[in-house]
């Protein structure tokens, strides 16, 4: 089942899409789940044929977006649609499809979506129903994604196999009204039963408490701020979260917690910019640095909450121009460090050598293990 407006607010810096569909059009943005689906369903059809023998997968789908078309797109034959969306697609029709599955006797749920599309899954299916998710949301806290579209197939296949055993996952959601106005405020609906591959699933964001937090980001905020006003020709990037915002309260200057800011010269050249902004930006500036922090415990460099962060924007900014910050107690709860771009080509190259070089600390920094 595919939510096909999943994402689309994140590319114009919407951070959701929740009530916002028609404001994302109007910005520019276009639907991004189908394609998501789309790349899941081609890795999962290569996998299934390079298997000798295994149970042959029928699918339980919704009709058009919604499922049936990206099945048959990538050559799928054992399709059977058992749910007939409206014309414009809603939270509605996810709750109604996943009661179809459930009479059809479906085994589990594959969604594309985020954790809005999860939480509307999770409230129809209950402990019923396994589910699992490709990830295709603009904010993905929830623990029932795939790191990204190529590994949700690689964990259906280890389901099929018998290798992924279900277990407990965490349904968690955001106030998006709130998100917009810079306030994480995150709830925990419930828990699912999904394949677990602790490889391939993402963990539930968490929020890293330690006493000497406040002092590593102060000296983060240092050594990321001296260097701005050290180089005062050069555009500096921020992105989203509170040890990023620490180096612009450093210098003294206003930053959206949760979206990308530009400065330059000690002023900030643009607040909360959309992915078409941000290029107008390089557009007018030679020098690029791209200051971003994963999220805690998933790892998450790139995918999560800064999709206006796209594969066009960082290729123009370039490998060596991203700066990594984290604090010393969020790199220990966060075992490996994650890059879901939409590109995988991209993504392979940001994690080319293992290893993502992080600033900790004034003049300190750690490589930290790194994998798309």
Known sequence: MINPIA???????????????ELAIERGAVPSA?????????HLSRLLEARATGPEIVWLTCAGEMGDAALRAAGFERVEVVYEPGSSPAAEDTRLAVAAFLEA??????????????????????????????????????????????????????????????????????????????????????????????????????????????????QIAEHVGGDMEAHPETLYLLGPGSTVESIAN???LPKTLLG????????????????????????????????????????????RGNQQLSPAVLRRIGRDRLVVVATPAKLHRTPRLHFDT???????ELVAEGFVPVVTGYHTRRMAPAGA
Request: hydrophobic content about 40%.
């Open 7 to 21: 994402g689309m607010g994140g590319r114009v810096g919407l951070k959701g899409s929740d009530a916002v569909v």
């Open 34 to 42: 189908g394609r998501r689906a789309g790349e899941m369903l081609a």
């Open 105 to 218: 006797e479906a085994e589990l749920v594959v969604f594309c979506g985020g954790d809005g599309t999860a939480r509307d899954v999770w409230s129809s299916a209950g402990d019923r129903l396994a589910m699992l998710g490709i990830p295709a949301g603009v904010k993905m806290y929830s623990a029932v994604f795939g790191l990204s579209p190529a590994r949700t197939a690689e964990i259906l296949i280890g389901y099929l196999d018998g290798r992924c055993s279900l277990e407990d996952a965490e349904i968690l959601d955001v106030d998006e009204v709130a998100f917009r106005e810079g306030r994480l405020e995150a709830s925990l609906f419930g828990k699912a039963r999904t394949p677990h591959e602790p490889q391939l699933v993402q963990a539930a964001k968490q929020v890293i408490p330690d006493r000497d937090e406040g002092h590593a980001k102060a």
């Open 250 to 252: 450093r210098n003294g």
């Open 260 to 303: 990308v800011d530009a400065v330059c010269a000690g002023q900030v050249v643009g607040r909360d910019l959309s992915e078409a902004e941000i290029l107008s930006c390089l557009d007018a500036h030679g020098d690029v640095r791209l200051v971003v922090s994963p999220i805690g415990a998933q790892g998450f460099v790139l995918g």
């Open 342 to 348: 939409g590109d995988a080509d991209l993504d392979t």
